[in-house]
């Protein structure tokens, strides 16, 4: 396997020169002189540096709560790793569903929690085989950018100090096949995924309205099942049929204790951007 070059996030306020983003730095605090969590920024690849400028509005970035004693604290070898960059590819399927992947339980990094596959930036569509076992030629897919979320583990200061800082950038793949050819092209890494699934919008839906952060029962939506089939990864790679509540999906981060299996703030955050896509291409959700 190539050696793939470590791509660091670089950001540029006020037509300042680009700097490497520090590891304790809030991307989202850089650009706003308020505790909002979404700004709008320009994005380029540029010698090796992701580099985000402001423009001219994310949820709950942690950094942006650390005093500077518990900034001080993180181990140097930590903020030393500077802002990491990383793509997430909602790979959407002829008959407009998109794939959701489990994260391994063994990954130290948000185990268990249901994102889209993920990648290093330059690592492409060659990555994206290695972790599901499916061969697309760039000629057969388009892509388009959706959006960008800076992600910190973990999520919350109350489970504990940062450990890793990303800007996932995340990219909509359209290809010219359906769900059902390419599930049966999935062989995933069982080392990073434990579980596949396909999603529609109505689904979509469902799982965008567990906002994380806000509390209260969730309302049914009409005309869902209550239980989901999806693809469960065996330690050898192996794909089986199982079922899965919906209500799992629909889970919210906890504020404190132990993570649950659910979706992940960020790639709720990418669906409802899909969602939004698929409403501008006139497609009935």
């Known amino acids: 396997m190539e050696k793939v070059t470590k791509i660091l996030v670089h950001l540029s306020k006020n037509n300042v020169a680009p700097q490497c983003a520090r590891f304790v730095q ?15 920024v320009k994005c ?3 010698n090796n540096r992701f580099i985000l400028c402001d423009c001219e509005k994310g949820r709950g970035i942690p950094l942006k709560y650390l005093s500077v004693a518990e900034a001080a604290a993180i181990p ?11 793509v997430a590819i909602l790979l959407q399927s002829a008959n407009q569903k998109v794939l959701l992947t489990r994260r391994a339980a063994s990954l130290r990094i948000f185990p268990n ?24 030629d760039p000629g057969d897919v388009s892509a388009q950018l959706l959006g960008l979320w800076e992600s910190v583990f973990p999520p919350m200061l109350s489970r504990g100090m940062p450990q890793r800082h990303h800007v996932v950038t995340y990219m909509l793949l359209n290809t010219s096949l359906t769900h059902q050819q390419l599930q049966a092209s999935l062989h995933p890494k069982p080392a990073e995924v434990s ?14 309205s567990a906002v994380d952060g806000e509390e209260g029962s969730l309302t049914p939506l009409e005309g869902l099942a209550p239980t989901i089939s999806v693809s469960e990864v065996s330690p050898e790679g192996g794909l089986s049929e199982s079922i899965l509540p919906l209500s799992v999906l629909c889970n919210r981060a906890p504020n404190s204790g132990e993570d649950v299996e659910r979706v992940s703030t960020g790639t709720k955050y990418a669906l409802e951007l899909w969602l939004k896509n698929l409403e501008g291409q006139g497609t009935r959700c």
Request: aromatic fraction near 4%; glycine fraction near 10%.
């Open 195 to 208: 579980g596949c699934l396909w999603v529609d919008a109505s689904l979509v839906k469902a799982i965008v």
């Open 26 to 40: 809030s991307i989202t605090g850089h650009f706003t002189e308020t505790l909002d969590d979404e700004v709008e």
């Open 113 to 136: 929690v249901w994102v889209p596959p993920g990648m290093l930036l330059d690592a492409g569509l060659r990555e994206l085989r290695e972790e599901t076992g499916l061969k697309l």
């Open 76 to 86: 140097l070898d930590v903020q030393s790793r500077g802002v990491d960059v990383g």
């Open 44 to 46: 380029s690849l540029e």
